[in-house]
């Protein structure tokens, strides 16, 4: 018999650290800038404006879980393409799965 997980079970939750919006915009501005190489990027800085591509998307993605220990999909990253638009949205998934 298969154990059944809770919806709240299937994503991990995001590290303590960056329960405010301003550590995770931070931290997702260094993951910006460590994936597109060394440029000013700032927290509007749009990840396909400044060079960004499908594959940086990839990098991305595995840097955010690997960081943050949140799951975003590849859609997520191409719908909220700057750091402070995908603190906002993290913020907001969390706070709903929390309910």
Partial sequence: MVAQRRPSEELPKMKAE????ADRTAALIEIWREVLGPQHLDEDSDLFEAGGASMHVLEI?????????????????????????LSVFLGASQLQSER
Avoid at 18 to 21: A, H, I, M
Avoid at 61 to 83: A, H, K
């Fill in 61 to 85: 993605v595995g840097r955010v879980s690997e960081v943050m220990d949140v799951n975003v999909r590849l859609r997520q990253i191409f719908e909220y393409s700057t750091p402070k638009s």
């Fill in 18 to 21: 960056y329960g405010n919006e």
